[in-house]
């Protein structure tokens, strides 16, 4: 009995174990690919070719926000993704836009020089291709610019910022009652405004200097003849300091909703409340020669065959005149999903935002043509048998250019099922603009960027990745942050907290939001062979391929930590005599450095307990677990009350400059109350700024308990 009972088991065990051999080689033999294989193929299936199409037929006619030309790249991009097998459909807000209904500039001069009315054109050269829809372009305008007429002498002001005003009150100048002159390239056009109206001025003129945009002047040719900017050439753009729909802050734009009147949109502040005026090169320079008083210092000046800039008041007196058009306009969002198979309820998010305030050859489209030719990659991985883990979003936003409008609405309308399951949100806006790569993203991406262009040639020099053109003669690539106002990621880090990056090839052209960025510009001087666009679409895709396909969430918050650590450092040798202690935010910071090497530990356990012990039994609670962690990490950082100056904001580790929201300040609440506290000089301003340390290291802190998992 004993002997038969032993037989019959030995038996059944031997049967057991062929039938689970039988069952794994089938399983090899006839299951898909392994995920890996798909990423090789994703960089094997590029085409320049069709991305160069792509951005021609977005940009051949001018798209702003709102136009029927915008209304028709937005279908555009819906039929390509829908011809990719990827579901798409058209999410649409009914926002306040303004655009310009006239406008005037004269220039009065000293005897004997005659006045000047000035034509604020920019100017069609020989042969453009797209003379015939020049009459399309706008004309050149601030949007959300304050309508009225000012009269005064100008005062130039360098770049507008608060320490060029303050450089003039140590010169004795007194800006009130007068019209600045101010040049664009170092801070957002609506804190150049802003600071002026701050500083006293009734009006803000702002040029684009040749020494900063049209090569130095001398015998420096311009566009079509090279990459500069033409003397006629504007730069135009938005003016408003807030996020979003200004009459719906904190909510969607959806039909029928709540919206606040212009009147309180002013009380707000966001809004100018002067008028402004984008003028060219040319015409600036005009006014600097109007100008008396004392020569400007050697960095004020302009380029080499410039005039000599002095800094007024007048005698060169202007009458500024504009009168904006303001109108409720629909915009149109399109979004493709390609759903996750087995984690469906998880998002990893790809946008680029398709409005341009004239044909946006670079900015934007540059950015949506890769995004094009990553959802056609896609599209063939789909063919070939791929389908992702969890599900990838494709977005394309509109009216990013007046405040981040598209983007920042869809967010306010989904923000508790975004905040539930968004894993990160990957943004290009101008993907090319000039050669280098560039990167900035919460501090947990940063190796997987790193390691994305580490698999991905140089489109300058094939002999190299990307990776190693972008480290230089460094041991590793700067990677910026994402706490200013510049593009799409804002509301997402900013508002609801989730991990972003924003990657790029240049930083800065010289046509910027000028009707001269046209696919001309592009294909001559911004990307020939388009390779530049196809290198963008390889490493965005691949880091979007990891984070959807990959079994562990690819996030390293030990990056974080050490990131913090620093920021921290630069505040200490700041404040160190102010008497604030900063031991709570250290103790916090170390205390998520401990968090962020124990998930990493744990992760690598889970893959060490593999074995036979697997195919039994499944651990996919335990890493579904561990992941959930992982992507909610980043929401921790965020407080509902929001930094004490702007409550939209949440989050307490990145956030705009106060005086250019262009900029971006690590612990911007902190930064914020020591300018106050340094005004105020009181001790209840330093206890203000000892509160904001608290609040960060709370923060910080409820970040390393969701890591650890465990409760109190």
């Not at 021609?56 to 097998?85: D, F, M, Q, W």
């Not at 050697?298 to 303001?326: C, F, H, M």
């Not at 508002?495 to 010289?510: E, L, M, N, R, S």
Request: net charge negative; with cysteine.
């Amino acid at each position: 009995m004993f002997k038969g009972t032993t037989t019959t088991t030995f038996l059944a065990i031997a049967t057991s174990f062929s039938l689970l051999f039988f069952w794994v080689q089938f399983s090899l033999l006839f299951s898909s690919p392994p995920k890996s294989y798909y990423h090789s193929l994703y960089n094997s299936i590029c085409d320049n070719a069709s991305v160069s199409h792509h951005l021609y037929t977005l940009t051949r006619r001018p798209h702003v926000a709102g136009s029927e030309a915008n209304a028709k790249a937005a279908a555009y991009v819906l039929s390509i993704l829908s011809s990719c097998n990827i579901q798409a459909h058209i999410t649409s807000y009914n926002v306040f836009l303004t655009y310009p209904a006239s406008r005037s500039l004269k220039l009065r001069r000293s005897a004997p020089d005659s006045p000047i009315t000035f034509d604020l054109r920019q100017e069609i050269y020989d042969g453009d291709p797209y003379a015939d829809v020049a009459d399309e372009v706008l004309p050149t305008f601030h949007g959300y610019a304050k309508s009225g007429t000012v009269t005064g002498p100008v005062v130039y002001v360098n770049y507008g910022r608060v320490e060029d005003y303050a450089t003039l009150k140590e010169m004795g100048v007194n800006v009130t009652g007068t019209v600045v002159l101010a040049r664009y390239g170092q801070i957002f056009r609506g804190d150049i405004v802003r600071n002026a109206f701050e500083a006293g001025a009734i009006g803000t003129l702002v040029y684009t200097d040749r020494k900063d945009y049209g090569g130095g002047g001398g015998g420096t040719k311009w566009f079509p003849d090279d990459k500069w900017m033409p003397p006629s050439g504007v730069q135009v753009g938005s003016v408003y300091t807030g996020t979003g729909d200004p009459t719906t802050p904190g909510w969607a734009s959806s039909e029928g909703c709540e919206r606040l009147s212009v009147e309180e949109v002013e009380k707000i502040g966001d809004v100018p409340l002067i008028p402004s005026l984008p003028i060219s090169a040319a015409d600036g320079e005009t006014i600097l020669r109007s100008l008396g008083g004392k020569v400007a210092k050697e960095d004020w000046q302009g380029s080499e065959d410039a005039p000599t800039y002095r800094i007024g008041p007048g005698p060169g007196i202007v009458n500024l005149n504009y009168t904006g058009k303001e109108v409720i306009e629909t915009i149109q969002n399109v979004i493709g999903v390609i759903e996750g198979a087995e984690e469906p309820d998880r998002f990893v998010i790809l946008g680029n935002h398709r409005d341009a305030w004239t044909f946006g050859a670079a900015d934007p489209n540059s950015g949506t043509a890769a995004l094009l030719e990553v959802a056609q990659r896609l599209g063939k991985l789909q063919k070939s048998g791929w389908k992702p883990r969890r599900t990838i979003i494709l977005c394309n936003w509109d009216a990013e250019e007046y405040a981040l409008i598209g983007s920042t609405e869809w967010i306010e309308e989904n923000r508790e099922i975004l905040a539930s399951r968004a894993i990160a949100y990957l943004n290009v806006d101008i993907a090319v603009q000039a050669a280098g790569f560039y990167a900035s993203a919460t501090p947990q991406l940063d190796e997987l960027i790193k390691q994305a262009t580490q698999q991905v040639q140089d489109p300058d020099n094939s002999s190299q990745t990307i990776y190693e053109q972008w480290i230089g003669s460094s041991n590793s690539p700067k990677i910026g942050r994402l706490g200013g106002g510049g593009s799409d990621y804002k509301a997402f880090v900013q508002h609801i907290g989730v991990p972003a990056a924003d990657i790029t090839f240049g930083k800065g052209y010289p046509v910027y939001h000028s009707m001269y960025d046209d696919f001309v510009w592009m294909e001559k001087f911004g990307d020939p062979m388009f390779r530049r666009h196809v290198a963008v679409a390889s490493v965005w895709g691949l880091i979007a391929l990891w984070l959807a396909d990959d079994k562990f969430l690819p996030f390293d918050y030990t990056s974080y930590a050490i990131e913090l650590q620093k920021s921290a450092m630069e505040l200490e040798a700041e404040i160190s005599h102010k008497g604030i202690n900063l031991s709570p935010l250290f103790k916090a910071i170390n205390e998520l450095s401990e968090a962020a090497i124990k998930i990493n530990n744990q992760k690598k356990k889970i893959e060490e307990d593999k074995g036979w012990t697997s195919m039994w039994t499944t651990d996919h609670a335990k890493v579904r677990e561990l992941n959930d962690r992982l992507m909610m990490a980043e929401r921790a950082f965020t407080d509902s009350e929001g930094l004490f100056r702007s409550t939209w904001h949440k989050h307490l580790i990145y956030g705009p400059s106060k005086h250019n929201d262009y900029g971006s300040k690590s612990f911007p609440g902190i930064d914020d109350a020591i300018e106050m506290a340094e005004s105020k000089k009181t001790a209840k301003s330093w206890q203000l700024v000892q509160h904001e340390v608290w609040r960060v290291a709370r923060a910080i802190k409820h970040t390393s308990l969701v890591l650890n998992g465990e409760l109190t």
